[in-house]
């Protein structure tokens, strides 16, 4: 797969959003996924972020998912990581410097996708 | 006395030469596991060390060489080449060629320099599309020497513009780039990422701290960063320079480092500290610090303590626990601690006679102390046999490959320990015995086949300690030895008579027979002997017995027993009239009476009843003509001679002795049943007897005797 693949579900009498991502997540298509955040996220409570297939990812796409992650946060919605992250996702993230043992100051405490919060 | 300069020359002849059999040794067994990466490090690691120290002491041609080989292995070390045969062979030609080299310095022959060429353009053929890169040997050595002592460590901040990505850089290749340089430890920040909203998916909002140990200079790391100098914030600051005193392994608290990055003031810093709570966590609980800034901080303290560590720790352990001696200063202690034996033997014969208990009590220990000084100067001549193992895979694989076999040569026990003139004098034998089972006893591969074995033929060389001698064995799956051709050739040579009785052993002992192998050689039959009664006589001279057993196709085991030293031995004294002879110990069974009546019970026969089994017996008094004073009972020493219990009569067994070991002289070198001779605590000396020996020059004559 080299392309990104988004599909979105709506549940929970559309208060909740579940969004799956596939494929390639680099700089080439980091912003459709920022325009499919932006366009979503505001109607919600919960959102959950399923990035179990994605096979790729670099600087861009990580950037992408925290700011989104801190976003949501601050606009006090949950958002959540659901799937087992693929061990290149894992290797990439390690290679960046982003592995944490501490949750951020916009997370209390949700799973981050830096301590390996989704398992 | 030699100039410090000349004996450290010396030092390094000793180191190499070392190094070189290490380098063979590992050079073979990577032939077996050629993907082994530990075994192509050790023989990377040899080369480097022979050029480094070449260098340094003036043997620039080596160092040189050495680099050249060295070079070759290093594309091997990092999987840009593979393990060859030919690669091997090559380098195996350069391990001899630095051998003659180091040879050629000590004054030997001057080594042949085309030789050397060769090797390396073979060498540098071998390489992937590589043009050969010339540089000076001398400065690189001498440069790595310096920079394996100095790991500095280095904080790096570096915050590219937003824009970086959009010139074409990852960040993340240059963060790989400074993971080459040594250990790294990279820590993102995050605290830059903004909202949603105002996010540029193709900026990079990401900044790092890394703490980076190298033995590189700053300049290297620079030189990472180059391409993007101006797109990029930048601050690489030394932060521990590898000249720290160990004793100072700690590094500086979480706060200094902070404080000193600037992420901190020096007053909000002492405001937490008198909290009193754990630094980091009140920083973040604070807000005063993110807790991203904490983790990196806390990474650099983590990796300097490590480096610190490291550094007080290897020493103690690269200081070995050895020292070289000259082995010439080890045998004169040797000899000087038999000296002290005999003195020692004296000293308690005097003692015993006078009664006096006070010199009773000092003669005792006296004895003790030098019983043990003496196991212990003994121990330090022990050496592994394991050194001479490793010869013979060279010698098995360039002589199956010279005779179209397929050979492969196990070892066992190369820990055993010998005494170093044992394994020196052995070797010769060794070789001896190998190639004969090389040559003769290993079938060529199709013979081999047909015959339903493995076309690979094995030959197994061991070693395990069996009281206080060693055996040495050497199997093959060969041939064996052919007990029907042999059995004609004895009759040939006239050492047997057509009808003489002959139990397998015996007819293995005749190819120990003088001459017997050059005829069996020229026939070019496989029957073993060339040269075996050299092998018999130099494994006789080391006081050790050899032993065949064959089986016709399936091969044959040579058994090698040999004494674990040379010097001293433990005896049973024993007194014939006013004369006395010594019997090794470790031989002796039992000792029981022979009285008048048993002889005459006997009817003259030299058989004696053992618990209802008769035991044949010499009468040493017969052997040696001693006619005077022989009393009404006799002893009988039963020794354990060549598997069977042999009797050895004498008037008395005085009693054990620890024999120190004198060669006789050139006019009885020659005797047939005495190895040597001792001198006794009150001067007397007495013959060193050789059961083996005197069985043997008993039954011969005999035969004559009784055809």
């Not at chain 1, 920022?34 to 994605?54: F, H, P, R, W, Y």
């Not at chain 2, 430890?185 to 890394?210: K, M, R, T």
């Not at chain 2, 032993?547 to 085991?557: A, H, N, R």
């Not at chain 2, 620890?658 to 007397?684: E, F, H, N, P």
Request: overall charge negative.
């Amino acid at each position: 797969m080299s392309e990104l693949n988004i599909s979105n579900t709506v549940a929970g009498n559309g208060t909740s959003l579940k969004i799956t991502i596939a494929g390639k997540l680099t700089i080439e298509n980091a912003a459709e996924l920022q325009t499919n955040l932006l366009g979503n996220c505001n109607k919600m409570e919960n959102i959950q972020l399923d990035i179990s297939a994605v096979d790729e990812i670099d600087l861009a796409g990580m950037q992408l998912i925290c700011s989104a992650c801190r976003t949501n946060l601050d606009a006090k919605r949950q958002f959540n990581f659901t799937g087992c992250i693929s061990e290149a996702v894992k290797s990439a993230i390690s290679a960046v410097g982003l592995q944490r043992q501490i949750t951020c100051k916009h997370n209390a405490d949700l799973p981050c996708l830096w301590c390996g919060g989704i398992n | 006395m030699s100039t410090p300069q000349e004996q450290m020359i010396a030092t390094y002849r000793e180191e190499a030469t070392e190094l070189l059999s290490e380098l063979e040794t590992s050079l073979l067994e990577l032939e077996e596991n050629p993907q082994d990466n530990d075994l192509i490090n050790r023989v990377f690691r040899a080369m480097h060390t022979i050029k480094g120290s070449g260098a340094m002491f003036g043997f620039d041609d080596i160092a040189h060489f050495t680099h050249e080989v060295e070079t070759v292995f290093d594309q091997v070390r990092n999987g840009k080449m593979q393990v060859t045969r030919c690669l091997l062979d090559l380098t195996l030609q350069a391990r001899d060629q630095i051998t003659s080299m180091l040879e050629a310095s000590a004054g030997g022959p001057p080594a042949d320099e085309a030789n050397g060429q060769r090797i390396i353009s073979g060498l540098q053929e071998l390489q992937p599309q590589v043009a050969p890169i010339k540089t000076i040997p001398t400065e690189i050595s001498t440069a790595d020497k310096r920079n394996e002592v100095d790991k500095r460590s280095y904080r790096i901040r570096f915050k590219p513009i937003p824009e970086i990505m959009m010139g074409g850089t990852n960040p993340v290749s240059l963060l790989n780039e400074l993971r080459e340089l040594g250990s790294c430890e990279v820590v993102a920040h995050l605290d830059a990422v903004p909202a949603l909203e105002l996010l540029v998916p193709e900026h990079c909002f990401f900044y790092w701290d890394i703490v980076l140990s190298t033995t590189r200079g700053i300049e290297a790391i620079k030189d990472v960063f180059i391409f993007v100098e101006d797109d990029c914030e930048l601050n690489i600051s030394l932060i521990d320079d590898g000249s720290a005193p160990d004793d100072n392994l700690d590094y500086k608290k979480l706060g200094d480092i902070l404080v000193e990055r600037g992420d901190l003031s020096p007053v909000e810093m002492h405001k937490i500290v008198s909290m009193q709570k754990r630094f980091g966590e009140i920083l973040v609980e604070q807000g005063i610090v993110p807790a991203s800034k904490v983790q990196s901080a806390l990474a650099e303290q983590q990796q300097i303590r490590q480096i610190r560590q490291e550094r007080t720790t290897t020493p103690a352990a690269e200081a070995a626990l050895s020292i070289r001696v000259p082995a010439e200063r080890l045998d004169h202690l040797v000899n000087l601690v038999g000296e002290l034996v005999t003195v020692q033997a004296h000293l308690t014969q005097i003692a015993g006679n006078r009664n006096d208990n006070e010199i009773i009590a000092v003669a005792e220990e006296v004895e003790r102390l030098i019983s043990e000084l003496r196991d212990t100067t003994l121990n330090m001549r022990m050496l592994p046999i394991g050194s001479t193992f490793s010869k013979f895979k060279r010698l098995v694989r360039d002589l199956s490959a010279e005779l179209g076999k397929e050979i492969d040569l196990e070892t066992s026990g190369a820990e055993t320990e010998l005494d170093k003139t044992v394994i020196e004098k052995l070797n010769d034998p060794l070789v001896h015995l190998i190639r004969n089972s090389i040559d003769h006893g290993i079938e060529m591969p199709d013979i081999r086949k047909a015959a339903g074995k493995p076309s690979k033929g094995i030959v197994h060389l061991g070693a395990e300690h069996s009281g206080d001698s060693v055996l040495v064995t050497i199997r093959d799956d060969g041939a064996g030895l052919d007990k029907e051709r042999i059995r004609a050739k004895a009759i040939e040579r006239g050492l047997i008579t057509n009808n003489t009785e002959l139990g397998d052993k015996e007819t293995f002992n005749l190819i120990f027979s003088p001459g017997f192998s050059t005829a069996q050689k020229v026939t070019s039959v496989s029957g073993r002997g060339v040269g075996m009664d050299v092998v018999k006589k130099a494994i006789e001279a080391l006081r050790g017995t050899i032993d065949i057993s064959s089986e016709q196709g399936t091969g044959s085991v040579i058994t090698l027993k040999i004494p674990l030293t040379l010097a001293i031995i433990e005896t049973l004294l024993v007194r014939i009239d006013h004369n006395f002879f010594v019997l090794p110990l470790s031989m002796v069974e039992e000792c029981i009476e022979l009285t008048r009546a048993d002889i005459q019970a006997a009817h003259g026969r030299h058989l004696a009843h053992v618990r209802g089994e008769l035991t044949p017996y010499i009468n040493l008094r017969d052997e040696f003509e001693i006619t005077a004073n022989q009393p009404d009972i006799e002893q009988v020493v039963i020794l354990a001679v060549g598997g069977k219990r042999i009797g050895f009569v004498v008037d008395d067994v005085v009693g054990e002795h620890q024999t120190v070991i004198k060669t006789l002289g050139r006019l009885y070198r020659d005797v047939r049943g005495i190895s040597g001779a001792t001198i006794l605590g009150d001067g007397t000396v007495a013959l060193i007897l050789d059961p083996g020996l005197l069985v043997q020059s008993v039954a011969l004559t005999e035969q004559e005797q009784f055809g």
